[in-house]
């Protein structure tokens, strides 16, 4: 008889590929991590117990962090999720100790489970109070108990010594798309929460080779958090989808070494290799909007992301609505003509 109890951290990913939800339950971890279970896929984490040098670097800089890690906001973007399990289990098997407050997210079980981008609607565009806008459907739940969850998670009294905690939150994708920047982050911000040149920086020990800087009203889940809870956030594009097993997992070592570092109290700008990397920085200089079934946008389906176009190239046509490149060169991300109606078909940004 084996009186050792289950790991929750463990069996995070095969708890969600085998449907077994166990939802608001609490425990001890073998490892002495503590854990609440949420919802499906949510595990709220706390270190077994803090150190006295983390008690008082918190007393000491304010410094410890509340951090949200998602992942599987889309179902076939899998490599991040094998990231995020990758990193559970090694605490679990006290390979990495946890010093760092975090809420683990999995964004959309059931689309991990058909192996499909989205079932009914693309989560990522159901945040900041989007789904009140659509008909009640399972996507809809998700998003919305996604951010009472996020919400609590935030709203709780952090720190040692009622210090506040900083808030951080990373959430992970991969894509079909080639880019001329295979890794990059898309990082919102508002007037009263800009991102700081630390952030941007800290994604560049990271190896993101590229960040776009947005300060337009977004629904995706890294500008709720940014917006709503001043959480520094963003949108990292890490590579190509591929279904689960297939991933070249070094080419994600850069993110991976980083969340270690952060996760078990340290920088993640010290890199092992001491280099000091700085993303090449661009900002969102306009979005092409698709508003009815007359749109075209003028470039190829096959368009990497950061595809540089000169001043005058006209890119996209809606009735009488015409898009032209009014800088030197811009660059365009995400072009996707088949989005609905209302929705972005590319974003164009230029460098900061």
Known sequence: MNDVPRSALHHWLSDVLDSRDHRHDTGIDPCGVRWKRHAEGVLELAPAAPSPHAADAVAQT?????????????????????????????????????????????????????????????????????????????????????????????????????????????????????????????????????????????????????????????????????????AQSCTLELGKVAPFGQNRLEDFSGIDAALRRWLSGGEMTARDDGQVRHPKRFRVAAEIVRRTDAFVLDVPADTPNFTPYPAGTVLARDGETVYTVSHPEERIVFPNPNVANGLRAGVMVVPE
């Not at 906001?73 to 098997?93: F, K, S």
């Not at 789904?131 to 739940?141: C, I, L």
Request: contains cysteine; neutral net charge.
């Open 62 to 230: 304010g410094h410890r962090y509340d951090a949200i890690l998602s992942c599987g906001i889309h179902g076939d973007e899998t490599a991040p999720i094998e990231i995020v399990d990758g990193i559970l289990r090694d605490i679990a098997d006290g390979r990495l100790t946890l010093r760092e407050r975090v809420l683990v997210v999995l964004g959309n079980p059931d689309a991990v489970r058909a192996g499909k981008r989205y079932l009914e609607y693309d989560l990522n565009r159901l945040f900041q109070g989007a789904h009140a806008k659509r008909p009640e459907s399972p996507a809809v739940q998700r998003a919305r108990e996604l951010e009472v969850i996020v919400g609590e998670f935030f709203g709780e009294v952090g720190g040692v010594g009622g210090v506040r905690r900083a808030r951080r939150h990373v959430d992970m994708h991969t894509a079909i798309r080639a880019s001329l920047f295979q890794r990059f982050a898309v990082v919102p911000g508002t007037p009263r929460h800009p991102p700081t040149d630390e952030w941007f920086d800290t994604l560049g020990a990271a190896d993101i080779e590229a960040t776009m800087r947005t300060e337009q009203p977004s629904i995706t889940f890294s500008y709720f958090t940014c917006a709503r809870f001043g």
